[in-house]
Antibody
């Protein structure tokens, strides 16, 4: 069974940093692209970032470019999203998604507030 | 960036109805269009990819069609479990972009 388990969310002040993790199991992780999608309360889905299977290619939404960093550790079957210079508008539930978009994690809430 | 525009943003329908949601891309996306269903408090669920291909386990009452820039999702014989928000998404290029969503509510 495919499982994606996000962690690392929480309350952080504007300008602060946070690192999200997504532990994957049940599929060949090293062969999968991995993405992060976010959703602010009552709003739609926003793609945030994607990392290639090899980890050497990354993509970012303009809204997070230069502030967020996606990475992966295939030895731990984990994908990360490093977030810095956080803004109130980054407040959202962040989902980890396997390439193909069939498998999603349950989401982790990031709240940026003073 | 490719803009995805869904219509309507919401609709009311009764159990047994057929509903159609449209999605328009700001440029040709070939058939690289997916549809997702999301229920409150839950992660989205993939329904369809490449415009009209059903994901495993998705019932055939969901139909996708279209090409180029104009696409539709039709849901036949609405059931209580179908009341949700539906999103289209293009994946021909980055940034991946979603439509704003269509909320299907019970009349």
């Amino acid at each position: 069974e495919v499982q994606l388990l996000e962690s690392g969310g929480g309350l952080v002040q504007p300008g602060g940093s946070l690192r999200l993790s997504c532990a994957a199991s049940g599929f060949p992780f090293s062969s999968s692209t991995m993405s992060w999608i976010r959703q602010a309360a009552g709003k739609g889905l926003e793609w945030v970032s994607t990392v290639s299977e090899t980890g050497d290619t990354t993509y970012y939404a303009d809204s997070v470019k230069g502030r967020f960093t996606i990475s992966r550790d295939d030895s731990k079957n984990t994908v990360f999203l490093g977030m810095s210079s956080l803004r109130t508008e980054d407040t959202a539930v962040y989902y980890c998604v396997r390439g193909g978009w069939v498998h999603w994690g349950q989401g982790t809430l990031v709240t940026v507030s003073s | 960036d490719i803009q995805m525009t869904q219509s309507p943003s919401s609709l009311s329908a009764s159990v047994g109805d057929r509903v159609t949601i449209t999605c328009r891309a700001s440029q040709d996306i070939n058939n690289y269009l997916a549809w997702f269903q999301q229920k409150p408090g839950k992660a989205p669920k993939s329904l369809m990819f490449e415009t009209s291909k059903l994901q495993s386990g998705v019932p055939s009452k969901f139909n996708g069609s279209g090409s180029g820039t104009d696409f539709t999702l039709t849901i036949n014989c609405l059931q209580p479990e179908d009341f949700a928000t539906y999103y289209c998404q293009q994946y021909i290029t980055y940034p991946r972009t979603f439509g704003q969503g269509t909320k299907v509510e019970i009349k």
